[in-house]
């Protein structure tokens, strides 16, 4: 199965301590999206990144939430010290990156702060 | 940037029955417009999209319209079943010399009535 992959599918961390989600776009991808999702509500954009580049991180709280995707492996979105409100379905999508390409999303990773 | 908007936001429709469903967009530069179904506690799935290049594309009982000049483009689906009961997302995107930015309407919650 080539498409997207995030792991873990779920997560739970304790207040104050930190949350790596993982995403492993689709083969032929190089471009790569994280979205934030609560209940019932919309798709919010947090963060587009390239391998070694972050392009638009425009979504992203500007403390405790960072993102990277390495020349090798899986893209990382870190949230240090989380806290209740950080709890959401964390999605990942990926496309091609050139031209007018299609955008497939993973099956999203749902944290649980206690 | 592109501003999406979506109508309604929540919509039902007896069985058998067509559902419409539609966006606008801000950016004239946007040329690619894909539709997005989520089923409770699953991912966004791609179901179509349409190119500037194209007024109209169906596949079975779903079609997409697009007018540019308006700026708006509708997701149409015909003979409603009760497995098309989900939330439905819309989007706007073009290609720049960094990538591809998708911007994402709020969504319209779609209940068929059996």
């Known amino acids: 199965n080539a498409g997207v992959m995030q792991n873990p599918r779920h997560l739970v961390r304790r207040r104050g301590q930190e949350a790596r989600l993982r995403c492993s776009p689709m083969?032929?991808?190089?471009?790569v999206y994280w979205y934030r999702q609560l209940p019932e509500e919309g798709l919010k954009f947090m963060v587009y990144?390239?391998?070694?580049?972050?392009?638009?991180e425009s979504g992203m709280p500007k403390e405790r939430f960072s993102a990277e995707f390495p020349k090798e492996g899986p893209s990382i979105l870190r949230i240090q010290q989380v806290v209740r409100g950080d709890s959401a379905a964390y999605f990942c999508?990926?496309?091609?990156?050139?031209?007018?390409?299609?955008?497939?999303f993973g099956p999203g990773t749902r944290l649980t702060v206690t | 940037g592109e501003n999406v908007e979506q109508h309604p936001s929540t919509l039902s429709v007896q069985e058998g029955d067509s559902a419409v469903i539609k966006c606008t967009y801000s950016?004239?530069?946007?040329?690619?417009f894909p539709w997005y179904k989520q089923e409770l506690g699953k991912r966004p799935q791609l179901i179509i999209d349409?190119?500037?290049?194209?007024g109209e594309k169906k596949d079975q009982r779903i079609a997409v319209t697009l007018n540019k000049t308006a700026k708006h483009f509708s997701l149409h689906i015909t003979e409603t079943q009760p497995e098309d009961s989900a939330v439905y997302f819309c989007?706007?995107?073009?290609?720049?010399?960094?990538?591809?930015?998708?911007?994402f309407g709020t969504g319209t919650s779609l209940t068929v009535i059996p």
């Open positions: 999508a990926s496309s091609q990156g050139t031209g007018v390409s299609e955008q497939y």
């Open positions: 083969k032929g991808h190089s471009h």
């Open positions: 990144l390239q391998k070694e580049n972050i392009i638009d």
């Open positions: 950016d004239s530069a946007s040329n690619y």
């Open positions: 349409i190119r500037s290049n194209v």
């Open positions: 989007a706007a995107s073009h290609h720049t010399n960094t990538g591809n930015q998708f911007y």
